[in-house]
């Protein structure tokens, strides 16, 4: 498992979708992706996404961590 997705996954649905939100990273899924996802957990379906996509840094995942610890 790639860095990104173990620091992805230490967050809540809630935290992704709000780290997603800030980011401005879309949930836009063709249908492929809809298959593909279909019977996939809402969280993991979000860190597999969020994983790899290039707006987002691991150093932009760690500070969000740390601003949720606050």
Known sequence: MSIKKELLSVLTEQQLKQLA???GIAFTLNSVQKKYYENWDEKDKLVDIMATNSNI???EIEK???TQKS
Do not use: D, L, P
């Open 57 to 59: 840094s691991v150093s």
């Open 21 to 23: 939100e800030s980011k």
């Open 64 to 66: 969000f961590i740390q």
